[in-house]
């Protein structure tokens, strides 16, 4: 069971606006940064946001990212077919001085 | 830009295996790396990182006391030196140059595979 939890799943139609979220602790998200990477499948990792809601260059702008206590979200506007993938939000950890990983959420493009 | 990682396979339980991940178009010495990994079904796991210098290094209570970073700046490569290898360390491990803060990755090599059974 990781410190950062993420809902296991996500759905949405082309075009839609989603929103994934990301829970952690006054450890981890509440005091530090949040990072989100995407992962398509058969691929490594890319990040997409960072620093809580900086982009680097060639993410688009449908993707961002926000934080608030001890959450974090990230949303997709104008969802397309190529979004599908798994999603995970990460952050530093004071108590673990460690890079937490949430379980990521999966998410499908219906 | 580009990150290759190499050693993987299939090793028995209690076993060593040494990682490496060959870093090339940019300046190695400048960054810190992370490993990844990622058990089969399961999501991305941490697994340690290292400052640009060696200086400083941290790792995932799953690895500390098992697991050790290092780098050869000389070599533009970065190590996972694996000992005491249990059936739960069986994964796809990803070498990844840190960004901004800890949890940063801009660059995340293929992955190699690495199995214990026996």
């Known amino acids: 069971q990781s410190v950062v939890t993420q809902p296991p799943s996500a759905s949405g139609t082309p075009g839609q606006r989603v929103t994934m979220s990301c829970s952690g602790s006054?450890?981890?998200?509440?005091?530090?940064?949040v990072y989100w990477y995407q992962r398509l499948p058969g691929t490594a990792p890319k990040l997409l946001i960072y620093r809580n809601n900086q982009r680097p260059s060639g993410v688009p702008d449908r993707f961002s990212g926000s934080k608030s206590g001890t959450s974090a979200s990230l949303a997709i506007s104008g969802l397309r077919s190529e979004d599908e993938a798994d999603y995970y939000c990460?952050?530093?950890?004071?108590?673990?001085?460690?890079?937490?990983f949430g379980g990521g959420t999966k998410l499908t493009v219906l | 830009v580009q990150l290759v990682e190499s050693g993987g396979g299939v090793v028995q339980p209690g076993r060593s295996l040494r990682l490496s991940c060959a870093a090339s178009?940019?300046?190695?010495?400048?960054?810190?790396f992370h490993w990844v990994r990622q058990a089969p079904g399961k999501g991305l796991e941490w697994v340690a990182v290292v400052w640009h210098d060696g200086s400083n290094k941290h790792y995932a209570d799953s690895v500390k006391g098992r697991f050790a970073i290092s780098r050869d700046n000389s070599k533009a490569t970065l190590y996972l030196q694996m000992n005491s290898l249990r059936p739960e360390d069986t994964a796809l491990y990803y070498c990844a140059r840190l960004f901004g803060n800890f949890p940063g990755m801009d660059v995340w090599g293929q992955g190699t595979t690495v199995t214990v059974s026996s």
């Open positions: 990460a952050a530093w950890d004071d108590n673990l001085s460690g890079v937490v």
């Open positions: 178009g940019f300046g190695f010495n400048n960054y810190g």
């Open positions: 006054s450890s981890n998200i509440g005091t530090k940064y």
